[in-house]
């Protein structure tokens, strides 16, 4: 297997990026290749024992930041990392490409100059991976599409099953579909247009969930539209952030919780541990024609040594594959109950 | 003043419905009145002492349920507490209702049986009050509309102004729009229309924020629809009750960690305190002809004596009164916005 890794990727680049190459390199045997500029990332790598590791160099003139427009960079920079690491993929000379770094960016790069869609997909989406103790559960489209429509809903759904089937090796998946309420008669009309259509697909469609199940693992896949998906996880990473800093303070404000916040670090460690997002490092996304998995722009080494990890799962279920004849198979279902919602 | 309450409200009425009343005797001079069945009242307020408090009982021979059809308790359940009390404000016969009951009956019974909307009101809005640290900031839509319109949203914003400014004290409070992004390119067709309305009324408009805003004080009135609106809050709670049970749990694993956390028992009640929903109680249902204090269904007594508090902050700050004078002042600038982003 050979991934690219976008070495100009993260908020820390090309520290982070190449160091958790190093750490995957040590792993697994795959071919891993650093995109970007040499003569850092070389810098880099003399900071590591790489002795035996398949790594190699892929030079890119430029590099997209992340104050850059996801809209401009297409012309603006035809020669970044993004680029030039994703038509690797597409050239078939690397089955992945993973990035931490500008999400508008990359998710452009791929839909609209190098990987594009695969066939009828109307849009892809962008996922994430939310660890509930041990389990994952998909949540899409977090952002890919501001708005959304119910068919693309639909895709949403069969694609978030195929990689929690195929990637993560969940067996009939539970799909399920973000709403404010679990009775059928919650939701806005665009979740009650998705909830018609989910219906009538070959899926294991459990309902709606709310957020309370999203974080307590009701379902394996859940569907929301872009704008709403953004909005949920950017407010469970907010409390999760403002909590963790408030125990913070007070524990620190008197010397009785400052010695039993101590003593109970173990326990802290072990809370922290289970809801770090560094350990998915990456969540894929999905209806291109390839494997594209991005990261946190904050991401450490072990999160890009995380988002590899996803990476080589998603590679091996095939999930490009497995997308392109699972949507053939489903596509014509949506369309005909998109008629038929839409009262033809 | 005379206030209402329910006493036929919380998930465990009448208990902690009453006992919230006596808190509140005590503490402040005003008539309260307790609406529902007599028998259970009386039993209630028998376990208190409640000599020189200004309280009474009012009868109600119906008793709304948290599993009753909001759209069906206004035929089936005439005689309700609800119904009762509400009515009583209407009829000038006492300033203000709180309840713990039932939130879509509750709307379903202001807007459509008994109190209405304020004149020129499109659509009544439901808010919460989040508190960060020492400040509030008021969240509204969360969910009295499934499906917004850009100019409801613009009178959302006007009739929380006024609740932050009349009931708050806030001066000149910070409105904004609740985005998956600050930037002005982010949000969805809704956010950008409502955006447009946003900037033409005499608000003081900030722009856009994120969830990470919304719980770090940014703004002191956020606006959002009410799908969205409603998925936030459901966000905020449950990642914070996933987190305590996480770290309850951990603490427990490990002696050395029990110790600890026993020792630093008084950081994570000041926590506690700071997070707790309860200290709130209650938010308004703004835009119908009267102070409704909707408080959660888990309402312990300090939360029904907060959102009596609530209610007395909002009836001190003629509420009703401001936002039918402020509508009357932003109406025109509304429907002329509205007409132009038409394209009219």
């Keep these: 297997m050979r991934i690219v890794i976008d070495a100009m990727g993260s908020d820390e680049c090309p520290v ?60 603006s920079k035809p020669q970044s990392s993004m680029h030039i690491g994703m038509n690797m993929v597409k050239d078939g000379l690397a089955d992945a490409f993973v990035t931490a770094g500008n999400t508008g960016a990359a998710m452009a790069v791929a839909t609209l100059f190098t990987l594009r869609r695969i066939q009828g997909v109307r849009r892809p989406a962008l996922s994430t991976i939310i660890r509930v103790g041990s389990q994952n559960v998909i949540l899409l489209d977090i952002g890919a599409n501001a708005d959304s429509k119910p068919e693309w809903m639909g895709q949403f ?35 009650h247009d998705a909830q018609a259509i989910l219906r009538h697909l070959d899926l294991n469609f459990t309902g709606n969930v709310e957020p309370k199940d999203l974080v307590r693992g009701i379902a394996d896949v859940v569907v929301a539209d872009g704008f709403v998906g953004n909005i949920t996880v950017k407010s469970l990473e907010a409390v999760a952030g403002v909590l963790f800093d408030l125990i913070r303070a007070e524990i620190k404000r008197d010397v009785i919780s400052t010695v039993g916040g101590l003593l109970a670090r173990r326990a802290f460690r072990r809370v922290y541990k289970q809801v770090d997002p560094f350990e998915v490092g990456g969540a894929p ?46 596509l014509d279902t949506i369309q005909d109950v998109e008629y038929q919602t839409r009262g033809g």
Aim: glycine share 12%; aromatic share 2%; charged share 20%.
């Design 285 to 330: 996304l999905l209806g291109v024609n390839g494997v594209v998995i991005i990261g946190h722009g904050r991401s450490n080494a072990k999160a890009i040594r995380n988002a590899i990890r996803q990476a080589r799962l998603a590679v091996r279920g095939q999930i490009v594959e497995h997308i392109q004849a699972g949507l053939r198979q489903h």
């Design 16 to 75: 982070p990026d190449v160091a958790g190459a190093v750490l995957a390199a040590q792993e697994w045997n795959d071919a891993l290749l650093l995109v970007g500029d040499p003569q850092q990332i070389r810098r880099q790598l003399e900071r590591h024992n790489t002795r035996g590791l398949n790594l190699e160099i892929v030079p890119a003139a430029q590099q997209i930041l992340m104050t850059d427009k996801p809209g401009q960079v297409g012309q």
């Design 157 to 191: 759904a069969v694609m978030g099953k195929i990689y929690a089937q195929h990637a993560l090796g969940i067996q009939n998946p539970r799909v399920a579909l973000l709403s404010n309420g679990e009775e059928e008669g919650k939701g806005n009309q665009l979740v």
